[in-house]
T-cell receptor, first 113, second 112 residues
Framework: DAGITQSPRHKVTETGTPVTLRCHQT?????MYWYRQDPGHGLRLIHYSYGVKDTDKGEVSDGYSVSRSKTEDFLLTLESATSSQTSVYFCAISVQTGPYEQYFGPGTRLTVT | AQKITQTQPGMFVQEKEAVTLDCTYD???????LFWYKQPSSGEMIFLIYQGSYDEQNATEGRYSLNFQKARKSANLVISASQLGDSAMYFCAIGTGNQFYFGTGTSLTVIP
């Protein structure tokens, strides 16, 4: 158990509204990631963080922003949600940099109507 | 860009038999890692096994082994002695630096 929680676990929102998803970890891991999972696409990396206030873009970052003001929290924000952002969002941590295994949170199912 | 291909959308295996799930990858990086994850119907992502690009021996973790053929750029997952609880989606992934790319997954069904 990597001690990762995500909130909310489910959310329904309307097009154009802002949405923030939270990832919380209890073990002070430096590296954190946000993914989205869609049918036919597997998981795709949105953003990642390699420390407090240090973040970078992944494969599908358009329309998303992130913030990390504390080691334990990594926030994903949809500034103005669109229906194409309906997805399951996973947070992950890695115990070290580089291509090492990641451990995932339980996921957040977001529906944008 | 990195690419992962899983060509088997669905697989069936008899309980207690072995099964191989295929994964090929495409990368120009010399240093990378290959991963397999399991996603049961409950939705969580479970890490199974890791292989580094410089590791000469195939990785093994219990009933899971990774058949790594670097020249062919393949990283197949072998599950021995399948169990009913192995029924799930299986994802192959490649990581280079802090970028990770997943395949579209293979659905495995274990038949009693």
């Amino acid at each position: 158990d990597a001690g990762i929680t995500q909130s909310p676990r489910h959310k329904v929102t309307e097009t154009g509204t802002p949405v923030t998803l939270r990832c919380h970890q209890t073990e002070n891991h430096r590296y954190m990631y946000w993914y989205r999972q869609d049918p036919g696409h597997g998981l795709r990396l949105i953003h990642y963080s390699y420390g407090v206030k240090d973040t970078d873009k992944g494969e599908v970052s358009d329309g998303y922003s992130v913030s990390r003001s504390k080691t334990e929290d990594f926030l994903l924000t949809l500034e103005s949600a669109t229906s194409s952002q309906t997805s399951v969002y996973f947070c992950a941590i890695s115990v070290q940099t580089g291509p090492y295994e990641q451990y995932f949170g339980p996921g957040t199912r977001l529906t944008v109507t | 860009a990195q690419k992962i291909t899983q060509t088997q959308p669905g697989m069936f295996v008899q309980e207690k038999e072995a099964v191989t799930l295929d994964c090929t990858y495409d990368t120009s990086d010399q240093s990378y890692g290959l991963f397999w994850y399991k996603q049961p119907s409950s939705g969580e992502m479970i890490f199974l096994i890791y292989q580094g690009s410089y590791d000469e021996q195939n990785a093994t973790e219990g009933r899971y082994s990774l058949n790594f053929q670097k020249a062919r750029k393949s990283a197949n997952l072998v599950i021995s002695a399948s169990q009913l609880g192995d029924s799930a989606m299986y994802f192959c992934a490649i990581g280079t630096g802090n970028q990770f790319y997943f395949g579209t997954g293979t659905s495995l069904t274990v038949i009693p």
